[in-house]
């Protein structure tokens, strides 16, 4: 199988958010198109994500991640914010997420980053072990707080 890696811009935004669409409805949000694709040409047009689409064979897309770009007044400097990868179900054993873990990574590298930082559900050890092996340590020193709006 040829899998193919591509920084999305404006002319894949139609493959991006037919997976976006299914990684929400994994996360129990609605399917809802039309908004994500707003969302996300949104961030694109602004400058403040970069998302690399999986496609299999050239054409397929199968899997994406979308990492936001924010700074760190501790570390003077620039994190890149791993939010959202997702793979579809039938390639998730294919070393898929990995590469697109690898093209976060090498973002971060190109832009001077100090480090990659991302978040993941308590329960999700699939992807915990996948973070783990790459490299990622888990923060065991801060708690981490929301105030929902």
Request: hydrophobic share 35%; proline share 1%; glycine share 6%.
């Amino acid at each position: 199988m040829s899998i193919e890696l591509k920084k999305v811009s404006i002319s894949e935004i139609n493959d991006i958010v037919e997976l976006f669409d299914k990684y929400m409805i994994f996360y129990k949000h609605e399917s809802n198109p039309e908004k994500y694709k707003t969302y996300l040409k949104n961030r694109l047009d602004n400058n403040e994500a970069t998302i690399y689409l999986a496609y299999k064979s050239n054409t397929k897309p199968i899997g994406f991640v979308l990492n936001y770009h924010t700074f760190s007044s501790v570390s003077l400097g620039k994190i890149i914010v791993l939010n959202d990868l997702f793979v579809l179900e039938g390639y998730r054993k294919d070393g898929i997420g990995n590469k697109l873990i690898n093209c976060s990574i090498n973002l971060a590298k190109e832009m001077g980053a100090v480090r990659v930082d991302l978040g993941t559900a308590k329960d999700n050890f699939k992807a915990q072990s996948l973070y783990e092996k790459i490299g990622f340590i888990k923060d065991t020193e801060y708690f981490s707080y929301s105030f929902n709006i």
